[in-house]
Each structure stands twice: as C-alpha cells, then as structure tokens.
C-alpha cells in the first residue's frame, strides 16, 4: 500500500471519528455519581424542581457526559450540612449564605478542605415570628424565651439574626440574643411554635412556615429580613473546590439545570407549588404555595446578589478569620461574568 494511500485512510477514520457528540465528550473521566442536598422551604425550591424532574440528567446528557447517578438527601441547618460536606458524603449542597460563608473561610488554603461556591439560589421573606404577647421588638427576649432556628451561629438564620441585633444594638453586641438560640429544623420549630407549650418564644421561618405561622391569630411578626438586607440572595449552592475543579462538565451541566429550574417557577408557578408540595409536604395547599412565590420579596437566581454585606459583616466581627475582596472569590469561575454582587 502506498503512504499516499495510508494517509488519505487514516484522514478519513479521523473525519469519521469526530462527530459532535465524541467531540462533546470530555477528554478526561468525570464522577459517574453526584451525591447532592436540599433542606426545608420555599428557599430551596430550585434544587427541589431540579430533583423531582431530574434537570442535571438532562442537562449531562445534553451536555454529553453520558448517564450519571444523582442521589439527593435532605439536609437543614449549616452546621450539619458542613458536617456533612467535610466528612465526604456530599458532593453539591444548597444553604445559607452565611454558613456557605463561614466554611470558605474555615477551609481557605486547605487543599483537600476547601469549597467554592457553585450558584447563587434564592431569597425570601426571612420572619422572626413569636407565640408571646409580650414581645414586640428584639429588646423584649429574655433569657427564658428561646429562639429557635435551623443551626446555631453559622446557620442562614443565625448570622442574620446577629445582623438585626448588630443594627439596633451596636456591633459590640451582634451576639446579644446568641444565648437565646436553639438549632432545630424548621418543621420542628414549626410544631413547637404553634404548641405554644415549650421553651420555644419564637422561630426565624422562612416560607411556608413563615406564612402557616403568621395564618394563626396567636403568632405575629417581629422584624424581617428584608429590613436589614434588602433583596440579597440568602441561599446559594456551594460544593468541594476538589470537586469544582475534577468536574467542569457536570459544574456546568449543574449551572444549566439551575437555569432551567428557575425558567419552570418564573414561567409556571402552579406546576412548581405541585413539585414543592410533593417532594417537601410542609402541610401548604397549593394555593398557599403559589401565593408565596408571587410574594415580591421572593426571587430565584442562579446569579449572587448582595453577598459582599454577609462578608463584611461577618469578617468585622471576627465569625470569618478571611474575608473575600470580592463575591467572585467565593465563586467558582464558571460564575463569574455575571452581574453579581
């Protein structure tokens, strides 16, 4: 056989071989499995759409990566969702951004520790919500009247909290009501609540439990949120940076499903309030539900929004050793052209 004739073969197998779904294949192996978590709440509801209609199979397909094994847990509460991510037995989680925050800077420089931000996720209205009479600002706890939210100190709620108090009582006194504080997901803090008979004088809810709460003539509104922080993202999704970096197909393929996952609650609410209720029953008619996500206050975003105030917050009063100079520090780069703050 002549080289010429060796040559042309040998070119036509390579034009045969890269065909658009070869060249969409990675060069290298990705994970086969992705182990992921959501917690309680209207907050989580993207990843939520993403389980029940199973948006990053779609999403790696399309992408190429061919089948992989998503398996989801439901986790509340950023003490024991970081638990959880350093112990290896997660891989993508959704949380507040405060406790995202406070692993970051706890992990920073470790190698095989460290975690990056994946997505910004939602925000809401974030309630402190009382069975007591008697209390009408945050200067009315006392020590007997127990605060419940998810997790202590590094918790989505917790960090806020602190925020609220910081405001009205001077910086030197953030952890004035720490104290006061009891970790408990927020069903049971829901139950405890509307018992009106323990310890439990209030929960930081965020919805559906803030709204079944507030339905009642005997719970009513502290301060919200909003009051201190506006309209920042107060749930984002963060995941191993070791993982972050293995996997840019399935990070990307994650971002995809995201999108597609808010696209479906901004462009059908009815059918997002079915997913919600059926995946996470919190005792909410769909009615109920859909009223929540018209509320103005809440908004899914794939993009961070307003995160640079937890920062700053947190690196002041020593709860973060580093601070990010800006949000793309916390972010994994795949992020970072989008108009976040």
């Known amino acids: 056989m002549k080289r010429r004739d060796v040559l042309t073969?040998?070119?036509?197998?390579?034009?045969?071989?890269?065909?658009?779904?070869?060249?969409a294949r990675p060069a290298y192996a990705e994970a086969s499995r992705v182990r992921l978590s959501h917690g309680y709440g209207i907050l989580y509801l993207p990843l939520i759409v993403m389980r029940d209609?199973?948006?990053?199979?779609?999403?790696?397909?399309?992408?190429?990566?061919?089948a992989i094994d998503v398996s989801w847990q439901m986790l509340d509460g950023g003490n024991v969702i970081n638990d959880a991510m350093l112990a290896g037995s997660l891989d993508i989680a959704g949380t507040g951004a405060p406790g995202f925050m406070t692993l970051w800077s706890r992990a920073r420089g470790i190698p095989r520790s460290e975690i990056?931000?994946?997505s910004g996720m939602s925000t809401c209205a974030l309630v402190l919500n009382t069975n007591r009479p008697h209390i009408r600002a945050?200067?009315?706890?006392?020590p007997a009247d127990k605060i419940a939210l998810p997790g202590i100190k590094t918790s989505l709620a917790a960090v806020v909290l602190q925020m609220l108090v910081a405001k009205q009582f001077g910086q030197a006194n953030y952890a004035r009501l720490d104290p006061m504080t009891v970790g408990l997901p927020h069903p049971e803090a829901y139950a405890s609540l509307m018992s009106g008979k323990?310890?439990?004088?209030?929960?930081?809810?965020?919805?559906p439990y803030s709204a079944r709460e507030l339905a009642d003539s005997r719970i009513h509104k502290v301060i919200a949120a909003s009051e201190v922080l506006g309209d920042s993202t107060l749930d984002v999704v963060?995941?191993?940076k070791q993982f972050v970096n293995a996997n840019p197909g399935i990070m990307g393929a994650f971002l995809a499903a995201m999108d597609e996952a808010n696209a479906l609650i901004t462009g059908d609410r009815a059918k997002a309030a079915e997913i919600f209720n059926r995946v996470s029953p919190s005792g909410s008619s769909q009615?109920?539900?859909?009223?929540?996500?018209?509320?103005?206050d809440t908004h899914f975003d794939t993009t961070p929004h307003g995160l640079m105030q937890y920062a700053n917050f947190m690196g002041a009063v020593g709860t973060i050793r580093s601070k990010p100079a800006t949000w793309q520090d916390l972010f994994m780069p795949a992020l970072h052209n989008r108009a976040g703050s």
């Not at 945050?138 to 006392?142: G, I, P, S, Y």
């Not at 323990?198 to 919805?207: L, M, Y």
Request: hydrophobic share 55%; no cysteine.
């Open 238 to 240: 963060f995941a191993p």
């Open 198 to 207: 323990t310890e439990i004088a209030a929960h930081f809810a965020s919805p």
């Open 287 to 296: 009615e109920d539900v859909m009223a929540m996500l018209a509320e103005p």
């Open 53 to 66: 209609q199973k948006l990053l199979e779609k999403q790696a397909e399309k992408a190429g990566l061919g």
């Open 138 to 142: 945050l200067a009315d706890f006392t």
């Open 9 to 23: 073969r040998g070119a036509a197998l390579a034009a045969a071989l890269a065909t658009p779904a070869l060249l």
């Open 116 to 118: 990056i931000g994946v």
